[in-house]
């Protein structure tokens, strides 16, 4: 049974499917392409994208990495299908709907966890972290894209009050970096901005 919370985000995103790409693609395409390139490439590695959304980091994976894309709206992975049949990639990206809280995957399955633009979205940050740990290999790589709590105390004060109003168009802007990290288990090795303007970080942890 989908939560009232995830009904809410399913919703949104459900809603944006069509135009996702047009309103959010290539602002925020800057931050998927320094995420792939983060991850410590060998060949073989299995990596799990949890909220591939309409699947535009699919080309930007190597060909011979097996990608599982996660994404909670069907509508979204709809328009992911699309793209990587157009592209040839059914072979080596599998899309699956599911909860990122409640990932049904053995543990320890993936050598690399990518998580783009989607911690501020759902509604318990930590059990997905959790699940994230679960499921990446003990020597394995979490890399988080994603808007945190500012280090500034008044930048910080006015993303806690205006996040109240936010969560209603289904994200938070008042998430902590090193509250999700410590509740959720994972060790920071390290952390850049990222985009146009530099308003989001790229996070590489591991296993704590």
């Known amino acids: 049974?989908?939560?009232?919370?995830?009904?809410?985000?399913?919703?949104?995103?459900?809603?944006?499917?069509?135009?996702?790409?047009?309103?959010?693609?290539?602002?925020?395409?800057?931050?998927?392409?320094?995420?792939?390139?983060?991850?410590?490439?060998?060949?073989?590695?299995?990596?799990?994208?949890?909220?591939?959304?309409?699947?535009?980091?699919?080309?930007?994976?190597?060909?011979?990495?097996?990608v599982v894309g996660v994404d909670l709206s069907s509508a979204m992975l709809e328009q992911a299908r699309k793209r990587i049949t157009e592209l040839g990639l059914n072979k080596r990206v599998t899309?699956?709907?599911?909860?990122?809280?409640?990932?049904?995957?053995a543990d320890e399955s993936f050598d690399v966890v990518l998580v783009p633009y989607v911690m501020s979205v759902v509604p318990d940050p930590l059990s997905v972290g959790r699940e994230l740990?679960?499921?990446?290999?003990?020597?394995?790589?979490?890399?988080?894209?994603?808007?945190?709590?500012?280090?500034?105390?008044?930048?910080?004060?006015?993303?806690?009050?205006?996040?109240?109003?936010?969560?209603?168009?289904g994200f938070r802007t008042d998430l902590s970096l090193s509250w999700l990290l410590t509740g959720a288990g994972l060790t920071l090795i390290d952390v850049a901005s990222v985009g146009i303007p530099p308003i989001w970080k790229l996070v590489t942890c591991v296993k704590g």
């Open 133 to 169: 740990r679960r499921v990446c290999r003990t020597d394995g790589q979490i890399i988080l894209v994603n808007h945190f709590l500012s280090q500034d105390s008044l930048s910080a004060r006015l993303e806690r009050w205006i996040s109240p109003a936010t969560r209603h168009l």
């Open 1 to 66: 049974m989908v939560s009232t919370a995830n009904a809410l985000v399913q919703q949104v995103y459900d809603r944006l499917a069509r135009v996702y790409d047009f309103f959010y693609g290539a602002i925020l395409q800057p931050g998927r392409v320094r995420a792939v390139h983060a991850i410590q490439s060998r060949p073989g590695l299995r990596v799990l994208e949890l909220g591939i959304g309409t699947g535009l980091t699919a080309p930007l994976y190597s060909p011979d990495w097996t």
């Open 95 to 105: 899309l699956l709907e599911a909860d990122g809280a409640q990932l049904p995957f």
